[in-house]
């Protein structure tokens, strides 16, 4: 009879274990699709209001709250279109590979250390890793779309993912050895508010780098309008322009809560404990509005002018980031 009780109990056991897995991976893909589109109501407001203008106002009644809905609608609504001299696999598997990147991405982040969807030892490692998938699938658009403007946005975007990929890792790993901990909820646990002034260089190289990651302007160089249509999304309609679109602010939910884990502390704060999910994601949304900011307030770089910020300015910056850490920590052991 004791056997039989021991195995029912295993046998619960295991089938609560999966149900936590299950249960884990339902939030983590409620928060991508709400998270997101969240962020991109809030870019339509702020850049309307700091333009001095209205924007979308009618959809949904108050202040235009149901306008990407409406905008999702409309895309259901387009023929889905591949051009004949197209690469049809990759043409149509390219939003897929830059969408799932950020949800992986986003798995691992914590919310705080008992709400997170993947909790791996080396989690900051894993979203650096398969964040940059969602540039493959810019690449993918570009080189199948056969079209002379894609081609070149995604030759663009290879470059700037080369670039910035840099400076972006080695503002990471200050970090990580500030905490010596590659893990994100080891990150935010050895974080300290000494840390917004000896960390304050490498969280500027990595605030520009990650924009530059997203292809956000003024780092938009790859889907310039003006000059290559829209680079490697010139031939895409209906839906799979829409996933384009909601990678785009699917990253800056990723990056905006990643900075907010390694340099602000993640749930510290105020609302610690039981509500410190709460504080992260308030400290992560006014990182993206600061990217949003960003979008309003500057100019399209050249291409040249991207290259050089990148090797001479944020490179050195990041290296003495790094050498500024290594020492602190070894005076400090």
């Known amino acids: 009879m004791g056997a039989a009780l021991m195995s029912g109990s295993s046998m619960l056991m295991t089938d609560l274990w999966w149900f936590e897995i299950v249960l884990r991976a339902v939030i983590v893909l409620i928060g991508f699709l709400t998270l997101p589109l969240l962020v991109g109501q809030t870019e339509h407001k702020v850049m309307a209001h700091m333009q001095g203008r209205l924007g979308p106002m009618y959809a949904g009644g108050f202040h235009g709250w149901a306008q990407l809905i409406a905008d999702g609608v409309k895309f259901t609504q387009k023929e889905d279109i591949v051009p004949a001299a197209a690469d049809r696999g990759a043409f149509r598997w390219a939003p897929a590979v830059a969408l799932v990147s950020y949800l992986l991405a986003l798995a691992a982040v914590p919310l705080s250390p008992d709400m997170v969807g993947a909790d791996v030892p080396a989690s900051l490692l894993l979203v650096l890793a398969v964040s940059g998938i969602g540039t493959v699938g810019t690449l993918m658009a570009g080189w ?140 992560g949304f006014l990182i993206a509005v600061l990217i949003i900011w960003m979008r309003v307030s500057w100019p399209r770089l050249r291409e040249d002018q991207l290259q050089r910020l990148a090797w001479l300015g944020l490179v050195p910056i990041a290296l003495l980031q790094l050498a500024i850490t290594a020492v602190g920590v070894v005076l400090t052991a």
């Open 144 to 283: 199948s779309s056969g079209n002379k403007y894609a081609l070149i946005g995604a030759m663009r975007s290879a470059a700037q993912l080369v670039s910035y990929e840099l400076p972006l890792i080695l503002s990471c790993a200050s970090f990580a050895l500030a905490a010596g901990s590659l893990s994100l909820v080891g990150i935010a646990h050895a974080w300290t508010p000494l840390w917004l002034i000896w960390q304050l260089p490498g969280a500027l190289v990595f605030l520009v780098a990650a924009t530059a990651e997203l292809q956000r302007p003024p780092f938009d160089m790859p889907v310039a309008d003006s000059e290559v249509v829209m680079g490697p999304y010139t031939e895409y309609t209906g839906l799979r322009f829409a996933f384009f679109l909601l990678a785009e602010y699917a990253g800056i939910v990723v990056m905006s809560l990643l900075f907010a884990v390694l340099y602000l502390g993640g749930w510290t704060g105020p609302f610690d404990g039981a509500l410190g999910w709460l504080w992260t994601l308030l400290k």
